[in-house]
């Protein structure tokens, strides 16, 4: 069974950084499909940044292009979020799922996703 934790998130002024960290022990997640969604208060769950499996290819949602990127670092079995420029806009609770064999039309889609970690609060706050 695939387990994820996330770490990273905290309190950061806008204009601030933060790099988030989805990582799984015992399954290599290169094998897999990951997703970084995000929830903020009275919203529904949305995408945020999407990377497949080999050979890597993102999914972006529009409103963190340009200051969002994700990456993968194999050997820790650890995929991050970087977060650059933020807005009181991107607090949520951030969420990283993992999906196996999945389709690149489906890369955005929550339903897609079988693994999900229990989610790290970001707060974007002057």
């Known amino acids: 069974q695939l387990q994820l934790v996330e770490s990273g998130g905290g309190l950061v002024q806008p204009g601030g950084s933060l790099r988030l960290s989805c990582a799984a022990s015992d399954v290599a997640l290169d094998d897999y499909a990951i997703g970084w969604f995000r929830q903020a208060p009275g919203k529904e769950r949305e995408a945020v940044l999407c990377i497949s499996s080999s050979p890597g290819i993102t999914w972006s949602a529009n409103a963190v292009k340009g200051r969002f990127t994700i990456s993968r670092d194999n050997p820790k079995n650890t995929v991050y979020l970087h977060m650059n420029s933020l807005k009181p806009e991107d607090t949520a609770i951030y969420y990283c799922?993992?999906?196996?064999?999945?389709?690149?039309?489906?890369?955005?889609?929550?339903?897609?996703?079988?693994?999900w970690g229990q989610g790290t609060q970001v707060t974007v706050s002057s």
């Open positions: 799922a993992a999906a196996h064999n999945l389709v690149l039309a489906g890369l955005n889609l929550e339903d897609e996703y079988d693994y």
